[in-house]
């Protein structure tokens, strides 16, 4: 299982929020770049950086800090928060992207999104499914639509999605685990996926259940930020 830290940005800095509530903003570091070279230093290869800003206004904000990282990095760094348009996804890879995470956008426009994995690759353009209580939100969290989650995904997997990040928002930033069994029903359901999971990981136990339970790789925020998982920790697990 692969580990992908995460550094979420608002106004430039590392921060986190607890279940996507921008009120409720915690911030680590005010350098994002410095917490990325640290994880690099470490000999992780991977990172999600994740717009707030962007998610808030629709529209790509923090591409400065993008463009930052993966000039004073080798991270292979995937991208997301607030890409709704052409524009906003060529400005991502224009500033050092890999790979570009987009959910908002996947739900409300679908024509748009579909065209966009065909043109880029299911690879390239990661499908975010976020969820609450079984469907998915959007906006950066702060509205939930009608669209059931496995409908959503299978939807797309058929389209040729083969990335999906699925973050369960009523445990992320709680500390108090992850939803295992629902990334473990969408992982036996699409065995091929490379699914994602993020949200609720509190230390390494969640790590090898979430590993156990036969989950492609997963997103570690504020476990680590808190202190629960070590540098170390992250680096070495396999």
Request: glycine residues 10%; negative net charge.
């Amino acid at each position: 299982m692969d580990i992908i830290p995460a550094i979420d940005l608002i106004d430039g800095k590392c921060v986190r929020l607890t279940q996507g509530d921008y009120k409720n903003k915690t911030v680590y570091n005010d350098d994002p770049v410095e917490v990325a070279k640290m994880f690099e230093d470490a000999g992780i290869k991977r990172l999600h950086l994740v717009d707030l800003d962007g998610a808030k206004q629709k529209t790509v904000v923090n591409t400065h800090v993008l463009k930052a990282i993966t000039q004073q990095t080798n991270m292979v760094v995937d991208f997301g928060g607030g890409i709704q348009s052409e524009t906003d996804l060529q400005k991502a890879f224009d500033n050092g992207a890999a790979m570009v995470t987009c959910g908002s956008i996947a739900v409300k426009q679908r024509d748009v999104f579909e065209g966009w994995v065909q043109k880029y690759g299911g690879d390239t353009i990661i499908l975010a499914a976020d969820a609450k209580d079984g469907k998915v939100a959007v906006s950066g969290w702060q509205e939930t639509s009608s669209v059931d989650l496995l409908q959503f995904i299978e939807e797309y997997v058929s389209k040729g999605v083969t990335s999906v990040l699925c973050t369960d928002i009523s445990r992320d930033g709680m500390l108090q685990g992850p939803a295992v069994e629902l990334y473990k029903t969408i992982q036996q359901r699409f065995p091929d996926l490379k699914l994602i999971a993020s949200g609720g990981v509190s230390g390494m136990r969640d790590l090898e259940e979430l590993n156990e339970a036969g989950i492609y790789s997963v997103v570690v925020g504020k476990a680590f930020y808190e202190g629960r998982i070590t540098l170390d920790q992250l680096a070495s697990f396999k």
